[in-house]
């Protein structure tokens, strides 16, 4: 046995044969393996085997097996740690509770029950969902000053930001649809939007996200990745991601470039087109007040679109020019937290129906 396990230390310590590193696990179950031989010549035999299958368990020697990421902290000021997260749990809870109000308020008043309101409360609906995938997790490291994040749980925020974020655009972009066929086609209205094609216009747009999000979640499980694990952001950002990868990841940008287009050139042009023909619409009108009023209904959309798509092009326009990796991370989270908290007042300080259903709203609560 003494001499068996000379010839295995021989095997991984000779840099001629093996100019490799095997991860220390597989390592383990192989020493393991070999040592449990009777004989030299059984334990030739294994190797010889076993080769194949340990094949995959080569790489080179500035990558690793990792099992955690590590993200940016919010401060490195001890006593700024506390107002942080003080701020960030008061955002976080106005936002999930705006945003509840108005899906119970278009649930509980049959008023409410048209296309608009369907619409307005999916939009509330995926705003609690997009701030509860990061926002969360990010209070979690402030309060504990643990900064890292699991590898798994790194793949699902990737997954729900590439899932929820794009279903805002399909959303917004419908909402849009609606206010165009609206104002221009009233007679037909109720015939096109009807709850059929509500419904399954919502599906159809959760659909597509889900799926155009998948693929990026599970090309990232065939990247390898370097000894550098630190994430310039509060959050596992895709690109982010991408950049401490030591393999090709030139698929994965190209399937980036590739949604980019799908599930926001494509509803950012539904958007501009529908607004376009309702601007000519409604410069037809020879009424001041008909005009005003067919604007009024449009009011909320445009400022929560201008909301949404504004901060995502400072974000991702000033990220080039901007050499602070925190000011880019604070503004990447501003544009995931700050816009789903806007829209409930939005659409509240803007809509009488909606302050109505508040009102019943909050008195069958208290």
């Not at 001629?16 to 020493?31: A, C, E, G, I, N």
């Not at 080179?60 to 997260?85: A, G």
């Not at 029950?113 to 926002?135: A, G, I, K, R």
Request: hydrophobic share 50%; with cysteine; charged share 10%.
């Amino acid at each position: 046995m003494r001499d068996l396990t000379a010839l295995i230390a021989q095997m991984f310590t000779t840099p001629d044969l093996w100019d490799v590193k095997f991860h220390p696990d597989r390592l383990s179950f192989l020493m393991s393996d070999l040592l449990s031989s009777t004989s030299k010549e059984t334990a030739r035999h294994h190797l010889s085997r076993m080769s194949v299958r340990f094949i995959n368990s080569l790489e080179p020697r500035n990558q690793t097996s990792i099992s955690q990421f590590f993200l940016m902290e919010m401060t490195e000021d001890p006593e700024l740690q506390p107002l942080v997260f003080i701020l960030f749990l008061t955002v976080y809870l106005v936002t999930v509770l705006g945003n509840v109000l108005i899906v119970l308020a278009v649930c509980f008043n049959s008023n409410l029950h048209n296309p608009m309101y369907f619409f307005l409360s999916n939009l509330s609906f995926n705003d609690v969902c997009l701030s509860t995938t990061t926002v969360p997790k990010m209070l979690v490291n402030i309060l504990t000053k643990d900064h890292s994040i699991s590898y798994k749980g790194c793949l699902n925020q990737i997954f729900f930001v590439m899932t929820f974020a794009p279903f805002e655009n399909f959303i917004l972009a419908v909402m849009a649809y609606d206010r165009y066929v609206a104002i221009c086609h009233p007679l037909r209205y109720t015939v096109i939007m009807n709850s059929y094609f509500c419904g399954l216009i919502i599906l159809l747009s959760l659909f597509i996200s889900m799926v155009t999000a998948l693929p990026h979640s599970l090309m990232v499980l065939h990247l390898s990745f370097c000894t550098n694990l630190e994430i310039p952001q509060f959050f596992c950002e895709l690109t982010q991601v991408l950049k401490l990868a030591c393999s090709s990841t030139l698929i994965n940008n190209i399937l980036i470039y590739l949604e980019a287009f799908l599930v926001a050139g494509v509803p950012l042009s539904g958007i501009i087109f529908s607004y376009i023909r309702i601007v000519s619409s409604v410069s037809k009108v020879s009424s001041a007040f008909g005009k005003y009023k067919a604007f009024s209904t449009c009011g909320s959309h445009l400022s929560v679109v201008s909301l949404f798509y504004g901060s995502a092009f400072v974000v991702y326009l000033s990220s080039p020019f901007t050499h602070s990796p925190k000011k880019t991370a604070l503004a990447s989270v501003m544009y995931l937290v700050f816009p789903q908290m806007m829209n409930p007042f939005i659409y509240s300080l803007r809509n009488r129906d909606i302050k109505t259903s508040f009102r019943k709203v909050l008195g069958r609560i208290f």
